[in-house]
T-cell receptor
Framework: GQNIDQPTEMTATEGAIVQINCTYQ??????LFWYQQHAGEAPTFLSY????GLEEKGRFSSFLSRSKGYSYLLLKELQMKDSASYLC???????????FGSGTRLSIRP | GAVVSQHPSRVICKSGTSVKIECRSL??????MFWYRQFPKQSLMLMAT?????????EQGVEKDKFLINHASLTLSTLTVTSAHPEDSSFYIC?????????????FGPGTRLTVL
């Protein structure tokens, strides 16, 4: 079956670094997505990892270990606007469906 | 590029009425569109997958006669919530997958907030 686990909530301080972890179990592997979702808005794409290792995009980086079924999203130099839910998601089936984790609600405090 | 629009953004209706939500890919052809539902503080739950010109595939537990999906063209899919009830109140989000796109990346619409009184 398909299963994605991530922490429900996290809190961090403005200017700091936070790591959001995600573990997944999928039948077959077709990459792993991270999305950001602000309250009342649709998700926006952050990253897509297919190969092991760290991919950096400005303040955001995403890491993948396929052997461990593990990924994390690293946010640096946190800003208040980074307060949002972060969704880990994995494609599955030949129909290109995506299954989403429950999301991690990140709160940034001054 | 890769913009997806939804209309309306918000709708309030009376119980028992039907509501149609449109999802359009504005600058690309979407071979597949997906409809999700999201309840407060929960993640996105896939309702159905729709391919242009064919019947939608519904996820387990989603009533196909209640949530009618029409994918008439490569840029438009519609979701009709028939005989809506208060428990159908939710945030409905569509996404579209472009042919030859990055992996299985989906581009999301801005969502439609449905409130059934």
């Amino acid at each position: 079956g398909q299963n994605i686990d991530q922490p429900t909530e996290m809190t961090a301080t403005e200017g700091a670094i936070v790591q959001i972890n995600c573990t997944y179990q999928t039948s077959g592997f077709n990459g792993l997505f991270w999305y950001q979702q602000h309250a009342g808005e649709a998700p926006t794409f952050l990253s897509y990892n297919v190969l092991d290792g760290l991919e950096e995009k400005g303040r955001f980086s995403s890491f993948l270990s396929r052997s461990k079924g593990y990924s994390y999203l690293l946010l640096k130099e946190l800003q208040m606007k980074d307060s949002a839910s972060y969704l880990c998601a994995a494609p599955y089936s030949s129909a290109s469906k995506i299954i989403f984790g429950s999301g991690t609600r990140l709160s940034i405090r001054p | 590029g890769a913009v997806v629009s939804q209309h309306p953004s918000r709708v309030i209706c009376k119980s028992g009425t039907s509501v149609k939500i449109e999802c359009r890919s504005l600058d690309f052809q979407a071979t597949t569109m997906f409809w999700y539902r999201q309840f407060p503080k929960q993640s996105l739950m896939l309702m159905a997958t729709s391919n242009e010109g064919s019947k939608a595939t519904y996820e387990q537990g989603v009533e196909k006669d209640k949530f009618l999906i029409n994918h008439a063209s490569l840029t438009l899919s519609t979701l009709t919530v028939t005989s809506a009830h208060p428990e159908d109140s939710s945030f409905y989000i569509c996404s579209a997958r472009a042919a030859g796109g990055l992996g299985n990346e989906q581009f999301f619409g801005p969502g439609t907030r449905l409130t059934v009184l």
